[in-house]
């Protein structure tokens, strides 16, 4: 039996919305890891060579560097030496910072060039009626399955089950995942959607959104929080594949925007 | 004199706001509010700032106030908490970047401390706990106090504890909370009958659903020396540069017919630091019998300068005695593939016996810190009784 979400009372939903907007916009425009300076992504496999002309990722006005899964993890090998690349951690390599993440054995080298795109956010103004408030339905079936993050890492994720949310004069069943974070003991509920605003002021594959734990064991479920995949920022990371059956028949009009090149109003 | 240079000479003697004294700090995490204290100490330039879990406090790394802003940075963790100051209060937020943005957390905080607030019998022992999570259920114990403070205590999963939790109790209900700067934990739970049910809450919104009953003396978690196994069939093998850059192995003189600890660390583990005292406790007590140990650290940046700094304020930090490896980086499977002949690595520490012949006899996970009280006083037994029986072994 699905149970119906209820909408929320506004006040309490959009707090402290427009600050973490603002936190959000500063880490884009200033983070050596930001997305805006995302300039390739790919799995690392036996190896990767960096650096001049026909490497596997050519980094203009870079040295040439070696990417190499070895026992006791990544490392990066080039003409000062070699060393290991913690999971997570920016390395600087000449101008440009690499990261490795991913689970062990699929390893996925992410490359930041020195400069950024220009690309800023634009969202939606806050809007009470894209809150909702009300229970998780377990899942059909537990299991766990592997799906890109919305920065475009794989991660093996559980089936958390799903709500029903009153929308566009439908109720639509949406389904819920489970995705860990580094660390062991953080995860968070997220459902990946799309509606009928993608590729019409949103971005066309679709957006992430977080289901929050409430009070008295419901859920918060905030489109106004609703957010692009990595991928909107930078060509240089893989779009999530669209979840099973989350599709709104109606346009979510909250959230994060997209338009082609900037941020401005779609 | 006018009133504008009275009111001028009023102003001249009118002192900026200080954070300097005791503060009931909150995290407010969804559905929850994780209590810690802060003591900020000093003036102007020179202040200073403790985070604080009950009796326990870990210094800042520094107090920036710029007028009515407040700044607390944790640099260990690349986090600060920033802050408003305005009257007793302090409002703002706790901040800490990761690859895929902030990740911001409410902050608020009033003058004075936390009061204290024993638990009754009913909630003080030892409990088994279930965690119940999407990707399936997995074993806790809690073990709950009452100290100078209040309610105290910490929680143990089969890879170690972790770290002190202090608490507050209203009724049959109690919130344990460890908050380093880093890690936001916080356990929150109620007595029903003879069950405690609850919920842990680690970071803004992650929730775990757990049970617990009182603990039977029955095993409920992992043998500590069941969860790694070792190859045995030969010497075990290690090579790792020291803090100088000479590579160490286990062939050296000085491990020769010795028995040996191999003590897998990193010094960014908070149970890491709990169990060095006791090695270097067990290193001078039993070194002149024909004990030896090693420290093989892994580290955070796997730059080998950077991560030679931190292990050498470690080795200064516990007046370690014993040579300390830079062995790798604080991930567990890569840390496991440096070492080939340990099979199931999952924790920081680890304690690796080897006889005098050089073989694996007992693989220890985890520690129990001084939080778990009686079981930490256990584990120290356990290991001299160790120690004592290789000494005993003949070469």
Known sequence: MWLLLLTARPACAQAGLDQERAEYRRWLASSPTSPLAAVAQQPIGAGLRLGPAGADLPLPDGGEYRVLPRPGGVRLEGASGSRIMPRGAPIKAGDYTLVVDGPGGREVLTVFGPSRSSKSTAYYGPSPSFVFVGPLAPPERRGTSRVLGMDGIEVDAAEAGSVLVPIGGQRVRLRVLRLPLPGGEESELEIFFRDETNGHGTYPAGRFVSLVPAAAGRYRLDFNRARNPFCAYSSAYPCPAPWRGNAIPAAVTAGERYARGGGEAP | MTLASLAALTALWTAPPSPAGSWRAVLDLEGAMLPFGLEISGAAAGLRARLCNGRRCEPLSGVTVRGDSVVL???????????????????????????????????????????????????????????????????????????????????????????????????????????????????????????????????????????????????????????????????????????????????????????????????????????????????????????????????????????????????????????????????????????????????????????????????????????????????????????????????
């Open chain 2, 73 to 395: 940075e944790i640099a260990d963790y690349a986090a600060t908490i920033s802050a408003r100051l305005e009257g007793d209060s302090l409002t703002g937020q706790y901040r800490n970047v990761g690859n895929r943005g902030p990740r911001l957390i409410p902050f608020r905080a009033s003058r004075g401390r936390w009061p204290t607030t024993p638990a009754p019998a009913a909630l003080v022992g030892r409990w088994d706990a279930t965690f119940f999570s999407d990707f399936g259920s997995s074993p806790r114990v809690f073990q709950l106090r009452n100290g100078p403070e209040g309610l105290e205590g910490t929680m143990i999963s089969n890879t170690g504890d972790y770290g002190h939790f202090a608490g507050r109790v209203s009724g049959d209900r109690f919130a344990l909370a460890h908050f380093d700067g880093s890690f936001v934990y916080l356990l929150t739970g109620a007595l029903h009958g003879d069950t405690l049910r609850g919920v842990f809450h680690a970071g803004l919104r992650t929730q775990t659903p757990w049970i617990a009953v009182r603990s039977t003396g029955a095993r409920h978690l992992k043998a500590p020396t069941e969860i790694t196994t070792a190859d045995t069939s030969g010497p075990f093998r290690f090579a790792f540069p020291d803090l100088q850059g000479r590579v160490v192995t286990q062939s050296e003189a000085r491990f020769q017919g010795k028995v040996v600890l191999v003590d897998i660390f990193g010094s960014w583990c908070p149970t890491c630091h709990e169990a060095a005292p006791a090695l270097v406790r067990l290193y001078r007590k039993y070194h002149a019998r024909g004990l030896e140990i090693v420290g093989l650290a892994y580290e955070v940046t796997g730059d080998s300068a950077i991560d030679a700094r931190q292990v050498r304020r470690y080795r200064d930090k516990f007046h370690i005695p014993f040579p300390l490896l830079l062995a790798g980086i604080n991930d567990t499977d890569a840390a496991g593939e440096t070492l080939p002949q340990l099979h199931g690595f999952t924790s920081f520490p680890t304690t690796v016996f080897l006889g005098r012949d050089g073989r694996v006899r007992l693989v220890r996970a985890g520690f129990y810190g001084p939080a778990t009280g009686a079981q930490h006083e256990h584990l120290l037994a356990a290991m001299e009784r160790e120690v004592e029986r290789l000494l005993a072994e003949k070469g």
